[in-house]
Nanobody, 121 residues
Framework: QVQLVESGGGSVQAGGSLSLSCVLSGRFRGPAMAWFRQAPGKGREFVAFITSGSMTRYSDDVKGRFTISRDDSKNSMSLQMNNLKPEDTAIYYC????????????????WGQGTQVTVSS
């Protein structure tokens, strides 16, 4: 069974930076991992994915500000978030999948518990 644990959330002022980490336990050899976020009253939104070959894709909202990376030697994935905006405030989730649907939450079978990111203006 694959388990994911996020860390690194917190509070920051607009324009600041935060780095999120996700550690996977259990053997996972799926094609992709991703970050999603969910703001109060909204659905779970795609942020970025990274494939086993390190191909990446970002949502338009975060492109140029966020960077996703992975370290397979440590079974981990990270999200570096720069120039944060108040609208980035959300619970951030890491996820992993064996499917080929990489930009939709429904395509992911394994989820972390989430970590809160709050950006104040």
């Amino acid at each position: 069974q694959v388990q994911l644990v996020e860390s690194g959330g917190g509070s920051v002022q607009a324009g600041g930076s935060l780095s999120l980490s996700c550690v996977l336990s259990g053997r996972f050899r799926g094609p992709a991992m991703a970050w999603f976020r969910q703001a109060p009253g909204k659905g779970r939104e795609f942020v970025a994915f990274i494939t086993s070959g390190s191909m990446t894709r970002y949502s338009d909202d975060v492109k140029g500000r966020f960077t996703i990376s992975r370290d397979d030697s440590k079974n981990s994935m990270s999200l570096q978030m720069n120039n944060l905006k108040p609208e980035d405030t959300a619970i951030y989730y890491c996820a992993a999948t064996y499917t080929s649907n990489w930009v939709s939450a429904i395509g992911y079978e394994f989820w972390g518990q989430g970590t809160q990111v709050t950006v104040s203006s």
